[in-house]
């Protein structure tokens, strides 16, 4: 059984989320100590985290890198706030998908299945191949903990991170088109903004960075992105 934790300081609200989401059998934990969700997260140890914006002493985003700091966990991020700065912000922060209130609670339940589906179910780690771990240049992932390395120096992803990098290391060499890209990463990709996915690039690039591989994704204008084995001159100029 999944286990879901709700971080949400609305009585009301963290209700019905948790009642209707056991629905579906899933284990869920409310969040009680809104000034520790780090050490509570962790004690909790859950599947998938549902995270409000909005919350006493320190809003979510602050939780969710606190959260990035220990684990990898898909954390949907659940507000009222409806800026897409506020969405952008979310991914940037380490969360997977943004969810605005008022929400339908069937969307919330098909978004939770499709995000566990990926990380723990039936698609998961299976893109372009089933090892767990493998190798392109010298650059290693590993899918199992979505972490990279190259050189020595390791860098670990979100669960997002990693499946984007995933996807165009299956392709290396090869545009891979944005809605490739959307479709990989999330179930109802006519549901997610552009904006997401430059976000998630720039983070995958940041994660590459630093382990010291720089223009590794190349945008191609108006197609997609290209993941090009820059790294491989270096490593064999070393």
């Known amino acids: 059984m999944y286990r ?9 609200i963290a209700d019905i989320l948790s009642g209707y989401i056991h629905k579906y059998n899933y284990e869920v934990v409310r969040a009680s100590r809104f000034h520790d969700i780090k050490n509570e997260f962790v004690e909790i140890n859950p599947h998938l985290v549902l995270l409000d914006v909005n919350l ?6 602050y939780w969710c890198r606190q959260i990035r700091t220990v684990s990898n966990v898909p954390i949907l991020f659940i507000s009222a706030r409806v800026g897409e700065m506020d969405q952008v912000m979310a991914i940037e922060n380490g969360g997977d998908d943004y969810i605005t209130k008022p929400f339908n609670l069937d ?14 179910g039936e698609y998961a780690a299976v893109s372009g191949g089933t090892a ?7 650059l290693q992932l590993d899918r199992t903990k979505n972490l990279i ?6 860098s670990s992803l ?5 499946r984007l990098l995933d996807c165009l290391a299956q392709k290396v060499g090869q545009i891979v088109t944005r809605e490739e890209l959307l479709e990989e990463l999330w179930d109802d990709a006519h549901f997610v903004d552009d904006n997401t996915l430059t976000v998630n690039v720039t983070r995958v690039r940041k994660k590459l960075e630093e382990l010291g591989i720089t223009d590794a ?3 191609v204008r108006g197609q997609g992105y290209r ?3 820059v790294w491989e001159r270096s490593h064999h100029d070393v």
């Open 56 to 61: 006493p002493q320190y809003d979510g985003f």
């Open 4 to 12: 879901i934790m709700i971080v949400e300081d609305d009585n009301k």
């Open 149 to 154: 390395q190259w050189k020595g120096n390791k």
């Open 107 to 120: 969307v919330i339940v098909v978004k939770i299945k499709g995000i566990l589906r990926r990380a723990y």
């Open 158 to 162: 979100s669960q997002n991170e990693f």
């Open 227 to 229: 993941l090009e084995p």
């Open 217 to 219: 994704i190349e945008t």
């Open 132 to 138: 767990e771990r493998y190798e392109i240049s010298g």
